[in-house]
């Protein structure tokens, strides 16, 4: 147990969404080099039989073609996903692994990097096209600086006995990427039966300190990852990344340990209105057209973990804007009809997937920028019609993707 003192986990601090230690505003002591190699998972595993050991969750499936309505002008909404083989999750048992960073970016037992679970290949010119603002957004610099620091070394590695289960990815501060990307990862090593000694993972927010209680992590140990923590393990145990069973079962997972006994069946209208960015500029115009459906209006900031989760499971059609909050439709029972408006020229299609995994009906309509914080002006027409139709259960609206 002496070895615990070596590594003690940094004081830490909260600036808005995001989590940094102390240490990380300072010089990094880099004595560790980048590795010289990388590889894939399978490779890993066959060059180190011993050391490493792939433990398959369940069996490969899967996914029908997949069709949604697009209401707009971007060509890459295309209307629909063509059938996809659905890989097994899996848990790697890795000696002497190492994770480095908040993203736990993985190191086999030599220091070789794994490719499936290195974050920081996104290239800065694509960063610079995605950011709102492109060079002048903070968030570009600080990946610059960071991509610059870390072009050759590494912050000295530090040792932690036992078994350690690194959790943690890009945007875990998010609460989509926590609820998809983060809790699956959870999900799939508990399936496992195996019980780490220590998780990295973050625990700071209200919604990741409420899951991870439901799923029964003890938060005593909890290891708050940081941009310069290098960790080698007795044993790293690392969930696969990609992980649609695993998210697919989260939302039932969450009903049965956090949500409301009561499971019937409800035909709620939802409309979810967001705080700050990313409003209709029409908001009260908008309302009249929600007010005629029957639709009530939700601020997902007001409500715990458990409300959340009530509003959704007895929602029959749910309408918000692209956001987080579209998250919770994992709690929506198959078949609900979830109509989510886009800001134009926004292109990420994370929804309409979710709603493919979840067996809802997805519409997707376009919605002018009206301003920097992506606020947008709601086709009201559009909207209007596209709610006729689905509350008649057309089957030409429901079935068929369109644009415009």
């Known amino acids: 147990m002496e070895r615990h003192a070596e590594v003690q986990h940094p ?10 230690a102390i240490e990380t505003l300072l010089p990094t002591f880099r004595s560790t080099k980048l590795p010289g190699t990388w590889c894939t998972v399978p490779e890993l595993v066959d060059r180190f039989p011993e050391q490493v050991i792939q433990q398959v969750v ?23 996903m ?9 848990l790697l048992r890795i000696k002497r692994g190492r994770a480095f960073g908040r993203d736990c970016v993985i190191y086999g037992p030599d220091g070789t990097g794994l490719q499936e679970f290195d974050y920081q290949q996104r290239t800065l ?57 983060v809790l699956p990862r959870l999900h799939t090593l508990q399936k496992c039966g195996i019980v780490p ?43 696969s990344r990609h992980f649609p069973n695993s998210c697919r079962e989260i939302g039932a997972e969450l009903i049965r340990r956090i949500g409301p006994k009561d499971a019937a069946a409800s035909s709620r209208r939802i409309f979810i209105n967001r705080r700050g960015s990313r409003q209709p500029s029409n908001v009260d115009q908008f309302r009249q057209v929600l ?4 639709f009530e209006e939700h601020y997902l900031e007001d409500y715990s973990m458990p409300r959340q989760i009530e509003l959704f499971q007895h929602a029959k059609v749910v ?37 493919r995994l979840c067996d809802l ?21 559009t909207v209007r019609s596209l709610l006729t139709d689905l509350l008649s259960e057309r089957p030409e609206s429901m079935r068929t993707p369109t644009a415009a």
């Open 291 to 294: 007010h005629q459906f029957g």
């Open 197 to 239: 000694d220590w998780y990295l993972v973050d625990a700071f927010s209200p919604f990741q300190l409420q899951t991870l209680r439901a799923f029964d992590v003890p938060l005593d140990r909890v290891l708050q990852p940081y941009s310069g923590m290098h960790v080698e393990a007795e044993e790293l145990l690392v969930p």
């Open 125 to 181: 010119t694509a960063l610079q096209q995605e950011l709102p603002g492109g060079r002048f957004n903070p968030r570009y610099w600080k990946h610059t600086l960071r991509t610059k620091r870390l072009t050759k070394r590494l912050p000295a590695v530090r040792y932690w006995p036992g078994k350690v289960a690194a959790l943690n990815a890009p945007s875990s501060h998010n609460y989509y990427h926590w609820m998809l990307e």
């Open 82 to 90: 063509p059938e996809a083989t659905v890989p097994a999750d899996f």
């Open 319 to 355: 309408v918000a804007m692209h956001g987080a909050g579209l998250t919770n439709t994992v709690f929506c029972s198959p078949g609900v009809f979830v109509v989510e408006l886009m800001p134009e020229g926004k292109y990420r299609p994370c929804y309409p997937m979710l709603s």
């Open 361 to 381: 009906r997805h519409y997707l309509v376009s919605a002018k920028r009206t301003g920097f914080t992506q606020d947008v002006l709601v086709p009201l027409e």
């Open 11 to 20: 004081q830490t601090f909260r600036t808005g969404k995001y989590v940094l």
């Open 58 to 80: 369940g069996r490969d499936g899967q996914l029908p073609e997949f069709r949604y309505h697009y209401s707009g002008k971007d060509p890459r909404y295309n209307g629909a």
